[in-house]
């Protein structure tokens, strides 16, 4: 499995079908997860996250489907704290900057206080 060529007119007209596809071919990587390769895998995880952000940044206010796709608290421990390791981040420093920008609360559950 090769990155895709993103000046190809499949990638930039039909993202949509792209992660369809994507998503179908990690679902089915799951009982063999060796299907799919480390840096194929590693360059998607990063590009996710960046996405991530700026869509959070946007409004974005859920980012799981409403049963949670399936994803469990393990599954997320284990996902966040490599992330947090591979970026040298501690615990601590999540909880100072939380606290600091207010994102510890869930932006659907955010008050705007500018509006009261």
């Not at 869509?55 to 399936?70: F, I, Q, R, S, V």
């Not at 601590?92 to 500018?114: K, Y």
Request: contains cysteine; aromatic residues 4%; charged residues 15%.
């Amino acid at each position: 499995m090769s990155s895709p060529d993103v000046s190809s007119p499949d990638v930039r007209e039909q993202p949509g079908l792209t992660l369809t596809r994507a998503s179908d071919a990690l679902a089915a990587a799951m009982g063999n997860p060796a299907l799919i390769p480390d840096d194929e895998f590693r360059a998607l995880i990063a590009n996710t996250l960046r996405i991530y952000a700026l869509k959070a940044e946007n409004g974005m206010h859920t980012p799981l489907p409403p049963d949670g796709g399936g994803v469990t608290v393990t599954d997320t421990m284990l996902a966040v704290t490599d992330v947090m390791h591979a970026l040298n981040v501690q615990v601590f420093e999540l909880s100072m900057w939380q606290a600091m920008t207010g994102n510890c609360i869930a932006p659907h559950q955010r008050v705007d206080v500018s509006q009261s």
